[in-house]
């Protein structure tokens, strides 16, 4: 009688256990965002069709784990790489946006390694904007700060990037947590 009793409680537990869940207490780990700061600003430019393109961006979410900082050591010098990247935390079919930024930062001097930004905006007449660009060697970092207590970073990226013939002005603000990585 107290095995039957057990199962019967132990399948009572489990039914109860799974009704009680929420629709939204479970979500797949590609669906994870956090808010994690801020990488805004604007884009703009004019297409080769005539587009005049003029494109706010606040992206305020990020990928678990991808925003990161990586130390080493070299001739005593002390480097860091900030690895940010950020992207509008709900996916809509009308407009999506990511940035992406790894910067070095040594002596007091931060510099943009590598830069990626893929925007995609559905325009009327069935348009698309898409702007994908890998690598610029034409933005500038201004107004950098490490906070190490804290392990922010903030400041500004200034400059144009080229997306095929197609030139845009960029001006981005950044202020953002890294987490360092423990091995």
């Keep these: 009688m107290k095995k039957k009793l057990a199962l019967f409680t132990t399948i009572i537990t489990i039914i109860l256990s799974f009704t009680s869940c929420q629709k939204d207490d479970y979500i797949k780990y590609d669906d994870v965002r956090a808010t994690n700061g801020y990488i805004k600003g604007t884009i703009t430019g004019t297409t ?8 706010s961006i606040n992206l305020t979410a990020s990928y ?6 990586t130390t080493f050591v ?10 940010v990247r ?28 590598d830069f990626e930004i893929n925007f995609s905006k559905t325009l009327s007449g069935n348009r698309i904007l898409e702007i994908d660009v890998y690598s610029s060697n034409n933005l500038g970092i201004t107004d950098f700060i490490y ?10 990226i200034i400059g144009n990037i080229r997306d095929g013939n197609n030139t845009y002005d960029v001006d981005l603000s950044f202020d953002t947590t890294v987490w360092e990585e423990v091995k």
């Design 48 to 55: 080769t069709d005539g587009t005049v393109v003029n494109e």
């Design 64 to 69: 678990p784990g991808r925003n990161n900082i």
């Design 74 to 83: 070299s001739s005593g010098t002390i480097n860091y790489n900030f690895n």
């Design 86 to 113: 950020n992207n509008n935390a709900k996916l809509n079919p009308n407009y999506s946006s990511e940035v992406y930024l790894n910067i070095a930062y040594s002596n007091s001097i931060a510099r943009l390694s």
């Design 147 to 156: 906070d190490s207590n804290t392990n922010k970073i903030s400041g500004k």
